[in-house]
């Protein structure tokens, strides 16, 4: 009887745990069907309509509302991400695989390394802006931006890659050490393809979030604005429920992003697991 | 025979502990070389130091007839067969064989049709025929063992190191294999050197069987002079085959804390901690009543328990100062006398079957 009470309490919880989870994300889904472009970000909703899906593609006869100024801010953003995604995760890599071995000041190096994802960004960002002024150079999303996006980035991918290799059996490359084969070509053909699935995990970290990156980029992004930037921009005049319909699309980007690398994690992990049945039988 | 591998006063420390404390082998060209240690005795450090994944504080390694210190592992042409087998998980078993010839930095091997008739040899000889396209996970352990074997023979190495490779086999397995690698080896006409913690492997196995003690080479010599004449007390240990007592050597007399050994005519050999070792096989039991010869030594102790394995039985006795004593009773020579629990016998050998050392 206590057991069944308590097993209800903590099913209750976790209820109420994922509807404050997931509610905000259901109730932008919802509104984003509102009708426009009368209809505003608010219950109840007057009519079911994808009036502002096809706002935001500007397929609809032009009103007072403007569209959402976010295709070049889009564009940015994604650039953006995946340059930080592809130099974080080299980063990440290379030097998880420098801390393999203990060298001079590697515990120094370690908190170095880490202190860019503990740093506050607003302060960061700040910072970053301060210093590009004194220099004389001028702040590009691409530029200073970038930067710190890899600074934020990085100690992630890290972090992830100092995981896997830290369960790396490193008899295998001395296997293939002891056949001939030099570092580098051992590194190549046996070392990266059974790390794979950690470079993955450190890939998505480092894209998602440069991706939706804010309070670094705020200061430190000069004119042109990333995706983030744009949209709180929107928010500072008005609400409108295309800012919601945007979301939605944002989100099943990100879950088709999620479900690509699901699918090549399956992939190796299959192979895996196959092998793990087989050391069982 | 000309020597395949040369090593003199090779150190290697660890901090405060020498793992390697100045070890000088010589290994023969085709030969079959078992190294027996203890855990903890640094014997699978002196093969990685071989192999070049460690270098050694001091002293020179001499690899056919060259300085190799110096020479990173994939230069040495040094095989290593590894406990765990480290075998390739992401290849099949014909890219795991293949992958030396294909991707070694020296005169690599890129005509596939070779290749393959390569791989088809070496499997045909370690007998892998029909797994070539398994995953390595998808065969058995002695199936990895023989991967590992023909990944590393395919690269024709002059010198193959295994580290305890059947240490990850079970029993029946095991001995199916001594027989198989040194087949195997035979038909290389390589040298292997061969680790491991078993003694009884270690005999069997190999033409030299090298003992390491605490980072030396206590003893070099064949199997049989190993066992029947271990250098010193801590070899003797190590075959696990004899009872040791310490104490004092004093004119004909082995002073132990359980009595007196007369001696005869045993040569002392000045090495390590003063002992008197007898074979467990060499020792009787007889009741307390029966006679002694001239030239046998007795002591007397209570039965404990005995273990039997088939073709002997082995029993266990304390004596007075409860230290523990092993016998080996052959059953092919004679009904062993039947022991009573907590019974007191009397435990006998012949003064010249002792190893004396001092």
């Known amino acids: 009887m206590q057991a069944s009470g308590t097993k209800l309490a903590l099913g209750i919880y ?16 919802i509104l984003s069907f509102q009708t426009g472009p009368e209809g505003g970000p608010q219950f109840p909703i007057i009519e079911w309509s994808i009036y502002w899906y096809k706002h935001l593609f500007g397929m609809t006869p032009p009103t007072r509302i403007a569209p959402l100024p976010i295709e070049e801010a889009l564009v940015r953003s994604l650039v953006l991400a995946v340059m930080t995604m592809i130099v974080s995760t080299v980063l990440g890599v ?5 801390f393999r071995k203990k060298f001079t000041g590697s515990g120094f190096a370690f908190y170095l390394i880490v202190l860019g994802m503990m740093v506050p960004g607003v302060l960061v960002g700040l910072g970053m802006a301060l210093i590009a002024n004194a220099l004389g150079i001028d702040r590009h999303w691409w530029g200073t931006t970038f930067v710190l996006h890899v600074v934020y980035t990085y100690p992630f991918a890290f972090l992830v890659m100092l995981a896997i290799l830290n369960r790396f059996d490193q008899s295998v490359e001395e296997a293939s050490w002891s056949l001939g084969v030099s570092p580098v070509k051992t590194f190549r053909k046996v070392t990266f393809p059974l ?23 705020l200061f430190a992004s000069g004119r042109d604005l990333t995706l983030p930037l744009a949209i709180y921009g929107t928010f500072s005049v008005e609400v409108h429920p295309n800012v919601f319909a945007f979301g939605v699309l944002t989100t099943l980007f990100s879950f088709a992003l999620l479900g690509t690398y699901a699918v090549l994690m399956m992939l190796s992990i299959r192979r895996a697991r196959r092998v793990a049945i087989q050391e069982e039988a | 025979m000309a020597a395949v ?33 203890p855990s903890g005795s640094g014997k699978t450090i002196l093969l990685r130091v071989i192999a070049g994944f460690e270098a050694p504080d001091s002293g020179s390694i ?96 002059s010198l193959v190191l295994l580290d305890e490779p059947l240490g990850a086999l079970d029993a029946n397995l095991r001995t199916r294999m001594r027989a198989e690698l040194r087949a195997i080896r035979e038909r290389c006409g390589v040298t292997f050197l061969h680790v491991t913690g078993s003694e009884t492997e270690a005999l069997a196995m190999g033409d030299t069987v090298l003992v390491l003690d605490r980072g ?53 050999d000045a090495r390590g901690q003063p002992a008197y070792a007898i074979r467990y096989d060499r020792i009787s039991i007889r009741p307390l009543v029966a006679s002694v010869t001239a030239e046998e030594v007795r002591i007397e102790g209570t039965f404990i328990a005995d273990e039997y394995s088939g073709a002997a039985i082995n029993s266990f006795f304390s004596l007075d100062d409860g230290r523990v004593i092993e016998v080996e009773s052959h059953l092919s020579q004679a009904a062993p006398q039947a022991c009573v629990p907590h019974g007191r016998y009397a435990l006998v050998w012949k003064r010249q079957n002792a190893l004396v050392y001092a």
């Open chain 1, 14 to 29: 976790t209820a109420l745990f994922l509807v404050f989870l997931y509610g905000p994300m259901v109730v932008l889904a």
């Open chain 1, 94 to 98: 290379t030097s998880a695989q420098a």
């Open chain 1, 195 to 217: 790390i794979f699935p950690g470079v993955l995990s450190a890939m998505l970290f480092a894209f998602t979030l440069s991706y939706d990156e804010f309070s670094r980029t």
């Open chain 2, 5 to 37: 591998l040369q090593l003199s006063q090779v150190t290697k420390a660890y901090g405060a502990l020498r793992a390697l404390d100045g070890i000088d082998i010589s290994l023969p060209d085709n030969a079959y070389i078992s190294l027996l240690g």
């Open chain 2, 62 to 157: 001499l690899f056919k007839g060259e300085r190799v210190e110096a020479v990173p592992p994939h230069r040495r042409n040094i095989g290593f067969v590894f406990q765990n087998f480290a075998l390739f998980p992401h290849l099949s078993v014909a890219r795991n064989i293949a992958f030396g010839l294909e991707n070694r930095e020296l005169n690599p091997i890129t005509d596939s049709a070779v290749v393959r008739a390569k791989v088809k040899d070496i499997v045909a000889l370690v007998g892998l025929t029909g797994l070539e396209d398994r995953g390595v996970a998808q065969i058995s352990g002695g199936q990895r063992q023989r991967v590992a074997l023909a990944r590393t023979l395919i690269t024709e190495p």
């Open chain 2, 216 to 268: 030396r080479i206590a003893q070099a010599d064949d199997a049989d002079t190993v066992y029947n004449r271990p250098r010193s007390a801590a070899v003797a240990r190590f075959l696990n085959c004899y009872n040791l007592f310490e104490g004092q050597l004093s004119k004909d007399d082995f002073v132990s804390p359980v009595g007196k050994f007369p001696l005869q005519g045993q040569q002392a």
